[in-house]
Every structure is written in structure tokens, then in C-alpha cells.
């Protein structure tokens, strides 16, 4: 723990506690709506967005949250509009973000192997305090949006359709979930890297998932599994001298086979005759 006593540890601690709260909450939706991959498509975009700020010599965090927003709403609007379909528009991301990042990255000053890889897999023990301050910031808009609005967003993610008739904004909705999720997205790039960001996303939506019966338990149960995996990945990290994204999602992949192996007890014991507790309605909508 005397790795604690260095502040670059605090820092790269609390970024890390910070995302590992949010991407879950922002996650269960994704996770709900079947986008559990739209992660790592925007962090494709993202890349576009490093490769613009390395070229212009601005900010890589700010360019890459504008082109990522941009490419979130665009993708969005497509699929609401067009005859495109959800998975064809995530596939145009992933495609156009990977090929755009790579040749800004490789026509700007900067394109080294060691600027591309820090964003690429994370560089928590680099993040600056104003980096946190941003991280911070975001990441508390990003988690009360998610709060605040769960109603209304876990009705849009069960049955859009059925949110449109009870008068639901469904289109502007869908543009939260498309800003935040670019959002949450560039903010967790320092964290696991924009590679690894769609895990912590959905690894811990998936492990509360083995054990929880209704959303708003899994949501908290997911969130108490992002922020432990992520407090105990850097922590582990700093003493074995690993990557702290990679060891963090190991450790979101690790509650997942614990979880499973819980759940199966579990409903062999509902299989035995012990009654099941449900939870009473999460949202109720009138038409």
C-alpha cells in the first residue's frame, strides 16, 4: 500500500473509482437495448478524435470527446432515419473510426507507438490533475443523467415503441444515450483503454445479471462490481507492474465467473423449493 503515498497513484486510484462507477450505470442500458458492442465502435471514433488533436496540437482528451459526440449522434440519427439498421451503422463506425485515427495519427508529429499504445490500452499513472478534474466532471454528468432519467430510459430500452405512445421524448432519448455513451467513452480511455472501454461497460452489467432479478438491483449490484474491479485494478497493477486496464477488466471478467457460479446455487436451490423474491415494478407507465 506505500504505493498509495504517491499522488500519481491517488489520481490514477480515483479516475479509476470514477469510471468504474459510471460505465455500469451508463452500461445496463447498452446491455438492455442488445448495443453492448457500440463501446467499442465509439471508441473507434475516438481514435479519429486523438488522431485530430495530435495533428492540431490540441487537447487528444477534448478532440477525441467532440469527434466521438459527432460520430454518436450521426450513427444515431442514421439508424432513426435511414434504412440502415443498428448493427450496419455500428459497423460504418467501427470501419471509418479505426481507418481515420490511424492515418491522423500517422500524419501528425506526434505518431509514436508510445502516444498511440497510452490511449489505446490506458495511462492511468500519467492521467494530470486536470485530466482528473475532466474525468470527474464528466463522469458525475454522466452518472446522475443515468439516475435521474432511469425511468424513462429503461422504459425507451424495454420497448421503444410502447415509450413513443405513452409520450416519451424517445428521439431525444436516444441522443442521451448516444451523448453520454461518447462521453463515458473518451473518459474511460485513460482509464482501460479505448480497446478495452465497451468491458467495463458490460462485464459488470453482465456478472449482476447471474444474480439479481430485477433492474434496479442489477444496476446497483453492477455499479458495487465496476468500482470494486476498478479500485482493485489499479491497486494490483501498481504492485505486479501490470497494465492497469487490462487488470481491471480481468478482475470485472473474474466477478463474472463468480457470479455465474453463485447463480447456478442459486436456482438449484429455487429447483429445491425455496421461493424466489421478486421485485415489485421498476417503472410504471400509463399510456
Known amino acids: 500500500m506505500d504505493l498509495l503515498t504517491y499522488p500519481f497513484m491517488l489520481r490514477a486510484l480515483a479516475g479509476a473509482l470514477i469510471i468504474g462507477l459510471a460505465a455500469p450505470a451508463l452500461g445496463i442500458y447498452l446491455v438492455q437495448r442488445r448495443l453492448s458492442l457500440i463501446g467499442d465502435g465509439i471508441g473507434h471514433v475516438a481514435l479519429t478524435g486523438v488522431g485530430v488533436g495530435l495533428l492540431t ?153 447471474q444474480i439479481t432479478r430485477g433492474f434496479r438491483s442489477t444496476m446497483a449490484v453492477a455499479m458495487l462490481i465496476g468500482i470494486c474491479a476498478a479500485g482493485a485494478g489499479v491497486v494490483l497493477a501498481g504492485s505486479l507492474d501490470t497494465a492497469p486496464g487490462a487488470t481491471t477488466v480481468l478482475l470485472a471478467l473474474a466477478a463474472f465467473l463468480i457470479t455465474t457460479g453463485a447463480g447456478a446455487l442459486w436456482h438449484r436451490r429455487r429447483r429445491a423449493g425455496v421461493p424466489a423474491q421478486v421485485e415489485p415494478p421498476d417503472v410504471v407507465l400509463h399510456a
Request: with cysteine.
Open 57 to 209: 496540437h490540441q487537447s487528444p482528451v477534448l478532440t477525441a470527446v467532440i469527434v466521438s459526440v459527432v460520430g454518436a449522434v450521426a450513427v444515431e440519427l442514421v439508424r432513426e432515419r435511414g434504412r440502415t439498421s443498428g448493427d450496419l451503422a455500428l459497423a460504418l463506425l467501427f470501419y471509418g473510426g479505426i481507418a481515420g485515427g490511424v492515418v491522423l495519427v500517422g500524419l501528425s508529429d506526434d505518431s509514436s507507438n508510445a502516444s498511440l499504445m497510452q490511449y489505446l490500452f490506458g495511462s492511468l499513472i500519467t492521467t494530470s490533475p486536470q485530466d482528473i478534474a475532466v474525468i470527474a466532471g464528466l463522469g458525475a454528468a454522466v452518472l446522475v443523467a443515468m439516475l435521474l432519467f432511469r425511468p424513462a430510459l429503461f422504459a425507451l430500452c424495454n420497448d421503444e415503441e410502447y415509450a413513443r405512445v405513452s409520450g416519451l421524448p424517445v428521439r431525444t432519448l436516444n441522443l442521451l444515450l448516444a451523448v453520454t455513451t461518447a462521453v463515458t467513452v473518451t473518459i474511460a480511455m485513460r482509464t482501460v483503454g479505448l480497446l478495452l472501454v465497451s468491458a467495463l461497460m458490460v462485464v459488470p452489467v453482465a456478472a449482476a445479471q
